[in-house]
């Protein structure tokens, strides 16, 4: 019977759930009329069997839509998301470069990934492949997932990855669909840069600064707490409060002083490329209060 339910169409669903509230609300008015006349006992008493039956056809109709509801909602969220949203700008020495959604040809063993899925995704050469040498696969671990199509974006693997050590590939999963047989992979193209001694790299030595929104003061000096010397700092451009620095979890730092803000404005407008920055030291005041020294990396865009 539930599954009868569930395979109408919605609008019938509804029509059903709305006849079922319409049967409740006239039987329990007649059963109210009713129930102070001795000679309509047998009609009082037909009603309120109506009535319960009814309201329990009611919960069962709306306990059963719910689930399907909240499925659909879930995997359209599942596949409105797109990984390639997460890469850092920076990481381990290298700066993003770019970043592209691919699908796979020929996808299989669906089984062994999900979205989100990062670690041991491999590209491999096929030069001995009897169909086309020039194939590149994608493995997670020893399970092929599918090939890179012929184009340009094959011809970056191969230039990049395969004949270049300056570069890094990062791939998340983006997408599953074993019904429709695709598999789609989020692909970014790292390069490997040395912030502190490429001449593509102008360098500003500055500190954290926390002397502003005191309802939010401590908050952020815990946050500072919890840094180490060389870990990648975002920063972030705020409408009010100019560039705020922000953690690896998004925690509010604090923000750079105005000639900062100035520099990276000019270098935005001027010369465009990329922004990272590094905790360089730390340091503790007079009172016990974690002075943080960082350099902020301003990375042109051809490097």
Known sequence: MKKKFLNLPKGTQNIIKYALIAITTISLIVFYSTSNKAELETINTIFSFIFVVSIIFLIVAYVWTKPKKLEEET????????????????????????????????????????????????????????????????????????????????????????????YKPV???????????????????????????????????????NNYDKEEYEERLDAQLDLEINDILIVEEDSYEGYVLLDSQYNELGKVNEKVEEEIDYFIEFKSGYITCKVKNIEEDDFGKPKVNISIYLIDKNF
Not at 91 to 105: G, H, R, T, V
Not at 125 to 148: F, H, Q, R
Request: net charge negative; aromatic share 16%; proline share 3%.
């Open 75 to 166: 995997k359209q969220d599942t596949l409105s998301k797109d990984y390639r949203d997460v890469f850092p700008v920076f990481f381990d020495s290298y700066i993003l470069k770019w970043k592209y959604n691919i699908d796979l040809a020929l996808p299989q063993n669906f089984s062994v990934i999900k979205p989100g899925n990062q670690d041991n995704l491999i590209f491999n050469e096929e030069p001995n492949n009897e169909y086309d040498e020039e194939t590149i696969a994608l493995y997670k671990d020893k399970s092929l997932l599918g090939y890179l199509y012929k184009g340009n974006i094959r011809d970056m693997v191969k230039k990049y990855f395969f004949k270049s050590k300056d």
């Open 171 to 209: 791939m998340i999963i983006n997408k599953v669909d074993e019904e429709n047989k695709s598999i789609e992979v989020a692909l970014a193209f790292y390069k490997y840069i040395d912030l502190d001694n490429s001449n593509k790299v102008k360098t500003i030595e500055t500190k954290i600064y």
